[in-house]
């Protein structure tokens, strides 16, 4: 007779119990990037909605910006750094293929044998990982689980590129997950269209770079983000609508249940037009943090979650329904209650 192996449970609720960010200090305006890309600030601010972003400094890196961001929130949940169970980091801009980061992260902030793992879904990373945390919490796996979304995105921009050039900054934004005595994550929705992954993309891999480096040495181009910013307008802003009400359905409330919506800072046209569709009541307030911060995938939620909080357009213990897209083609949604300022 085979062996019995023992199972494990966990919570019947998890929730966000802390929120911490960084962001760079060096602010980026719309005129200072226009120019290789012979645009200007009207433009800019007429097709996506950005005003400013920020860039990071010589001394500022994913692993910095994640440990900062953290710290913060660990303190915001009110817990002990070795009460932490596991770290994941959602990034695109850890240009490492190995290790990841998360041990790194684990290590700087003075953890000691955390599990700690990278995940790469683009702009929807930090929901995929909000997810994984939430399940991993009610299964028994961990106790408590740091999620993390940091990018470095001026790493990986041709600054020549009318296509992204303008559209993205650096930053981070990290949450703690842990039990609840009510539930404060929904159920998530998520999934990916891979047919049509050319839409956001990198260039060409690495060593096809490499080989074009032995064929022409210093003429060699090196790789770049790039987009389809029309192909991915017209998916994000008219069919992820169906995401967003499952996700309102599983969790079992409605719109007009909603506090605030926390979409992705992918486009300000974007934002208005999914605000638009999913009809949602004048009481629910719409983060905008893109108008300041531009678009920094994976970190872009928890950000924008902390600017409606600092404003006092959303507070603690509203209902907020999360929804983020991106490279793959990946999206993730699912109901949150707000947790409180980073203290």
Same mark, same amino acid.
């Given at each position: 007779?085979?062996?019995?192996?023992?199972?494990?449970?966990?919570?019947a609720n998890t929730?966000?119990?802390?929120?911490?960010?960084?962001?760079?200090?060096?602010?980026?305006?719309?005129?200072?990037?226009?120019?290789?890309?012979?645009?200007?600030?009207?433009?800019?601010?007429?097709?996506?909605?950005?005003?400013?972003?920020?860039f990071c400094g010589p001394d500022e890196t994913v692993l910095t910006m994640a440990i900062d961001a953290s710290r913060s929130a660990i303190e915001s949940a009110g817990i002990a750094v070795d009460q932490v169970d596991c770290v994941i980091v959602a990034t695109s801009t850890w240009l490492l293929l190995t290790p990841a980061a998360a041990p790194q992260v684990a290590s700087g902030l003075g953890m000691k044998a955390t599990a700690g793992f990278d995940i790469s879904a683009g702009c929807a990373g930090f929901c995929h990982a909000l997810g994984l945390a939430s399940d991993m919490v009610k299964g028994g796996t961990a106790r408590h689980v740091l999620v993390i979304g940091v990018e470095k995105l001026t790493d990986t921009l041709d600054f020549t590129d009318r296509?992204?050039?303008?559209?993205?900054?650096?930053?981070?934004?990290?949450?703690?997950?842990?039990?609840?005595?009510?539930?404060?994550?929904?159920?998530?929705v998520w999934g990916s269209e891979g047919e049509s992954w050319k839409a956001i993309r990198q260039t060409k891999d690495w060593m096809e770079f490499f080989n074009?480096?032995?064929?022409?040495? =210093?003429? +060699? $181009?090196?790789?770049?983000?790039?987009?389809? %910013?029309? &192909?991915?307008?017209?998916?994000?802003?008219?069919?992820?609508e169906k995401?967003?009400?499952?996700?309102?359905?599983r969790a079992g409330v409605t719109t007009e249940d909603l506090d605030a919506l926390v979409p992705h800072q992918a486009n300000g046209r974007i934002i208005e037009v999914m605000s638009r569709v999913l009809?949602?009541?004048? =009481?629910? +307030? $719409?983060?905008?943090?893109?108008?300041?911060? %531009?678009? &920094?995938?994976?970190?872009?939620i928890p950000l924008a979650m902390e600017t409606m909080l600092r404003r006092g357009e959303a507070k603690k213990g509203d209902t907020a329904l999360l929804i983020a897209f991106?490279?793959?083609?990946?999206?993730?949604?699912?109901?949150?209650?707000?947790?409180g300022l980073p203290v």
């Open positions: 007779m085979p062996a019995q192996i023992a199972s494990s449970s966990g919570a929730a966000i119990l802390g929120l911490g960010v960084y962001r760079p200090s060096r602010i980026v305006t719309n005129d200072e990037v226009a120019g290789p890309i012979e645009s200007s600030d009207e433009w800019i601010q007429t097709r996506s909605g950005i005003k400013t972003r920020r296509s992204t050039a303008f559209l993205f900054g650096d930053g981070a934004g990290a949450v703690v997950v842990g039990a609840s005595e009510e539930n404060g994550i929904g159920p998530t074009e480096i032995d064929d022409q040495g =210093t003429d +060699a $181009v090196r790789p770049y983000l790039t987009m389809e %910013g029309t &192909t991915v307008f017209r998916w994000a802003a008219h069919s992820l995401v967003c009400r499952e996700a309102l359905d009809k949602l009541p004048d =009481t629910c +307030a $719409v983060a905008n943090d893109i108008v300041e911060t %531009g678009n &920094t995938s994976a970190a872009s991106g490279a793959g083609l990946s999206y993730a949604s699912q109901v949150v209650t707000m947790p």
